[in-house]
């Protein structure tokens, strides 16, 4: 498995709806490409923004960076939308698991 982490804080005064619904179709898309396992995003106290998006392998990540409308709009992020940004990519090697079984 392969984690891609992208942190964020976006500028003062951005469209936020334009920013919403470019988000839900780039979700929407990511969720359609090959390797694609899973998408989660949080916003921290601080309005950081942290995406979490896991693939099957490195390769279907960097597909995913490379897609023609995702490239598109990784452009109006960095001219509109993001003060700043990382992001990072990483194998995971392992996986554990926790699920509570209610003993009741």
Not at 5 to 21: E, H, P, S, T
Not at 24 to 31: I, T
Not at 73 to 97: M, S
């Amino acid at each position: 498995m392969y984690l891609v982490v992208f942190r964020n804080r976006k500028r003062a005064g951005i469209d936020q709806q334009a920013y919403a619904l470019a988000a839900d179709r780039m979700e929407e898309l990511a969720a359609a490409q090959p390797g694609f396992l899973s998408f989660k995003s949080y916003v921290a106290a601080d309005g950081e923004v942290v995406a979490l998006s896991q693939w099957a392998d490195e390769g279907s990540a960097r597909a995913w960076g490379r897609q023609a409308e995702h490239l598109a709009v990784q452009g109006q992020g960095r001219t509109e939308w993001y003060a700043d940004y990382t992001l990072f990519g990483c194998n995971n090697p392992r996986l554990h698991t926790f699920t509570h079984k209610d003993q009741a």
